[in-house]
């Protein structure tokens, strides 16, 4: 079983779609040779459009950070999964930013994993426990609680097209990331082995699944060494191109082949 690597930097609220595009343009040039790891960009919806268009034709691909479930309606400052056909190949669900200043909830993302889905979208779904929860011993039960409510009524063959992201809101954006060890164990108990009894093993074996933060081209090559560890999802590093680009090289040069 191989599962192809997997990049992906989350600008989050950060550069304009001016800064965006000149910003992939010159990342798409410093990646291109890795092509044994899918690497993407999540810029703001507003940067959508510019980004996809200056990607066009390569192997940089595009996340969107978020999307509503519903095709289209009255639902003020939203952006449907429909919407993004064409412009993005991924959309980031259950962000917990957005758990935490949204609102959302493992209902909502579920709905809006379907809804990706359905409009041939690859959803990343991302999970993790807060600190509280961490020093309580809660991670496995919690994480594994978000896993399956999330996944709830997706077929194992539409898992083909999800990925998971294991981020605890402890190391995001914060400057400490769980060690590699930690993030591996968690991720097979409370992700990897779930997949195991929600659907069967093929899915468990062959889902991807990443870490998210605090990864930096200084700790990527230790949790891409991890057995459960199939990328990283990026926030602060993948600001800079310089960083991007060695995370990709990271990848492809520990589980590139
Ligand atoms: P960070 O963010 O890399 O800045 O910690 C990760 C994320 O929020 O996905």
Wanted: aromatic share 6%; hydrophobic share 45%; proline share 3%.
């Amino acid at each position: 079983m191989h599962r192809k690597p997997i990049v992906v930097g989350n600008w989050k609220m950060n550069k304009s779609p001016r800064e965006a595009i000149d910003f992939v343009k010159q990342l798409e040039a410093r990646v291109r040779e890795f092509d044994s790891v899918d690497k993407a960009v999540a810029p703001t919806s507003l940067a959508l459009t510019g980004v996809s268009d200056a990607l066009q034709g390569t192997q940089l691909l595009v996340a969107a950070q978020n999307a509503h479930w519903k095709v289209g309606g009255a639902f003020t400052g939203q952006v449907s999964a429909t919407m993004l056909r064409g412009l993005a190949q991924f959309v980031i669900l259950g962000h917990s930013e957005v758990r935490a200043y949204l609102a959302e909830t493992d209902a909502n993302v579920n709905r809006k994993a379907k809804a990706a889905l359905a409009a041939g979208l690859q959803p990343i779904i991302a999970v993790g426990e807060s600190l509280a929860q961490n020093e309580a011993g809660e991670t496995i039960d919690f994480v594994r609680g978000q896993v399956s409510a999330a996944l709830a009524g997706i077929s194992a063959a539409d898992m083909a097209r999800v990925v998971i992201a294991y981020e605890p809101l402890w190391a995001i954006g914060t400057g400490k990331s769980a060690t590699s060890e930690q993030a591996d164990g968690i991720i097979g108990a409370a992700v990897r082995e779930p997949l195991r009894e929600l659907y069967n093993d093929s899915v468990a074996d062959n889902t991807r699944i990443q870490y998210g933060g605090s990864v930096k081209p200084g700790n990527m090559a230790e949790f891409m060494a991890q057995p459960n560890i199939d990328g990283a999802l990026v926030g602060g590093a993948s600001l800079h191109v310089d960083d991007f680009a060695a995370l990709v090289e990271i990848a492809a040069r520990v589980k590139g082949s």
